[in-house]
């Protein structure tokens, strides 16, 4: 009973998870649609900046979360930056946190999107 009792919970844990990940994709989805794709990469890098400024992220943690949105796998962001891996999931958590995040979709609308 226990055990079927646990399970129960993750498995519900995984779908308040995956649905939000499905609003956050429709939501980007949606905001592309409505603002053009046309975004001057100086006034995202611009946004993106002051974003992490708003959300008091550190220099590493600014250049982590750079990689993130721009589509990287934590194992290659250690390798760009000369960290282990698991550093970088410890990075991201940080970053998760500061930002009040659950995904990474959610990361990205937060900093770029704003």
Do not use: P, W
Request: hydrophobic content about 40%; proline content about 0%.
């Amino acid at each position: 009973m226990i055990l079927f009792k646990s399970l129960s919970q993750k498995i519900d844990s995984i779908l308040v998870n995956a649905r939000k990940q499905k609003k956050a994709a429709l939501s980007t989805a949606f905001s592309i649609l409505n603002t053009g794709d046309k975004v001057q990469s100086k006034n995202t890098s611009d946004t993106f900046e002051q974003n992490c400024n708003l959300y008091h992220l550190t220099s590493r943690e600014k250049d982590i979360a750079k990689l993130i949105c721009l589509g990287h796998k934590y194992k290659a962001i250690g390798e760009t930056l000369f960290i282990a891996e698991r550093t970088v999931t410890k990075h991201a958590q940080n970053i998760f946190e500061k930002v009040e995040v659950s995904n990474k979709i959610e990361l990205i609308n937060k900093l770029e999107m704003r």
